[in-house]
């Protein structure tokens, strides 16, 4: 009894970690045993949505489930892929929590900034908690300089067309209140990477309470990165798109 009130901290708040993957079997037990280290007073269940990877994921959770009990992580595979943005709306289907966090398997958002998301929070009742990398304190390591460029690039050419309000469009590390997600993700229509910087811009143009963290964004250790030549013309077509609707 006494360990069940320890890990639901004040008893207030839940929070389901939705975190979508595709061959990430190198990765996924790493990022779970981070989350359970960096969140030892909280209440939380993470959300794995499986894209069908060919690579074992799947079998890795649910070695993980044994270990850690299928009430704190969840499987929610899906047969193929089907984009990031359906990602968190299937996961969002099965979340308990009144907040929502939304981070990569990939370890390049480190566990050891939710406390300070959920600290954000607290503090400033945001309805929307995001990591920023363009900000003091925040940055990225591991990308070579025309990737910083291009990153860089996108996110001032976002920010003088749209006016979102944050500094970083393209980050992908958040946490929202559960009610806030549902509201804008049923106003998105973009799929892939585009989908994170509609979900911002969908939340400013409502009226959101908007705060950001500093997180230094580390590029993946193990697997091979998903962004390809495809991805950067989505943005572009995206970021048009968002021009003429928003």
């Given at each position: 009894m006494a360990e069940e009130k320890e890990r639901k901290g004040d008893g207030k708040h839940k929070y389901s970690i939705i975190v979508p993957t595709y061959n990430e079997r190198l990765n996924i037990a790493l990022i779970v045993y981070l989350i359970f280290k960096h969140l030892r007073d909280v209440d939380f269940e993470i959300i794995v949505v499986d894209d069908g990877s060919p690579d074992g994921t799947q079998e890795i959770v649910k070695q993980l489930q044994h270990?850690?009990?299928?009430?704190r992580i969840l499987?929610?595979?899906?047969?193929?892929?089907?984009?990031?943005?359906?990602?968190?709306?299937h996961g969002l289907k099965h979340a308990t929590g009144d907040f929502v966090v939304i981070m990569d398997a990939d370890l390049s958002h480190h566990p050891k900034y939710l406390p300070s998301f959920i600290k954000k929070q607290l503090e400033t009742n945001a309805s929307i908690v995001t990591g920023t990398r363009y900000v003091k304190g925040g940055g990225v390591h591991g990308w070579n300089l025309m990737r910083k460029l291009t990153?860089?690039?996108?996110?001032?050419?976002?920010?003088?067309?749209?006016?979102?309000?944050?500094?970083?469009?393209?980050?992908?590390?958040?946490?929202?209140?559960?009610?806030?997600?549902?509201?804008?993700?049923?106003?998105?229509?973009?799929?892939?990477?585009?989908?994170?910087?509609?979900?911002i811009v969908r939340a400013t143009r409502k009226g959101y309470h908007i705060e950001e963290v500093p997180i230094t964004f580390v590029d993946r250790v193990f697997g091979t990165s998903k962004l390809g030549g495809s991805e950067i013309v989505e943005y572009l077509k995206g970021l048009v798109y968002l021009l003429l609707t928003t």
């Open positions: 270990l850690y009990g299928e009430d499987l929610r595979a899906r047969a193929k892929k089907l984009g990031l943005g359906t990602a968190y709306i990153s860089r690039g996108a996110n001032v050419l976002a920010q003088t067309l749209l006016w979102p309000g944050v500094s970083d469009l393209t980050g992908s590390f958040r946490l929202y209140k559960k009610s806030v997600l549902e509201d804008v993700i049923s106003s998105c229509v973009s799929k892939g990477y585009v989908f994170q910087m509609e979900m």
